[in-house]
């Protein structure tokens, strides 16, 4: 299957949280194969520093722990100094790790929302003015269909989550006027390293299987596709809402 070209992508400066490896890795890819100049930021140094070897020109990386706010914004702000005005903005990083809530300290709890909900806010308020100055631009916030769902044993994970759909309702309302629209995507069960190495076993896959209305596998270029269009003039008229990318989930 052809991939498909959005011409208003091509030059625009793109910031990746989480861009280093599974979806957020894909993102940094897709959209540098728009022709975007592309900025991410991860945890991870030797697998950013060497995605953005890879990418070589229009790429830009700094590791950044995203809980420390400052640190974000501040990377938010020479990545446009190297790479230009930041228009888009993927708001990727997250932490999925299983926890009993029973069991979960205050402060786990807030060390959770740290990572899966604070740097949308924190990284949003800052590629904002840009984007105004701008004319406009596009926040893709990456939510998940445990949001909806409420699984067990990630309460806060679900909790950020839900959060995270609710934050892009009302800065889409907010920043509307300025033409900075603001969705929600989320993504289903899709098949990274991580998932492969800790939780995809060959019932789990089967009982998900049983759950969704097309039986395939999701892959982060599903999740990168409609990422890419979100983002594009294409859904020039297209805000506050949670585009749901899970092979039909029923």
């Known amino acids: 299957m052809g991939e498909a070209t959005y011409p208003s992508l091509d030059g625009r400066t793109v910031f990746v949280t989480g861009g280093a490896s599974g979806i957020g890795a894909c993102f940094v890819e897709r959209f540098h194969g728009q022709g975007c100049r592309v900025a991410f930021v991860d945890l991870q140094e030797d697998a ?59 402060e786990a709890w807030r060390k959770g929302l740290a990572v899966n909900l604070d740097p949308a806010f924190a990284a949003s308020v800052a590629a904002y003015p840009m984007m105004k100055a701008a004319g406009g631009g596009a ?59 800790l939780w995809l076993t060959p019932e789990a896959e089967a009982a998900w299987r049983e759950q969704v209305a097309l039986k395939e596998r999701l892959y982060p270029d599903d999740i990168a596709d409609a990422a890419l269009f979100l983002a594009s003039d294409n859904a020039r008229m297209i805000t506050g809402q949670n585009l749901i990318v899970d092979a039909g989930r029923l």
């Not at 809980?67 to 501040?74: G, I």
């Open 48 to 106: 950013g520093s060497a995605l953005a070897a890879k990418l070589g020109e229009r790429t830009w990386f700094r590791r950044c722990d995203v809980t420390d706010a400052d640190a974000l914004q501040a990377a938010i702000q020479d990545a446009a100094d190297a790479l230009g005005p930041i228009t888009v903005l993927i708001n990727n990083v997250a932490n999925d790790t299983r926890h009993e809530a029973a069991e979960t300290s205050i």
């Open 139 to 197: 926040i893709v916030n990456v939510s998940s269909i445990n949001a909806l769902w409420g699984p067990a044993h990630m309460a806060t994970y679900v909790a950020a989550k839900g959060a995270i759909n609710s934050l892009s309702k009302g800065l889409a309302r907010e920043w509307g006027p300025d033409k900075v629209r603001v969705n929600a995507l989320s993504p289903g069960w899709v098949i990274t390293e991580r998932q492969l190495e």
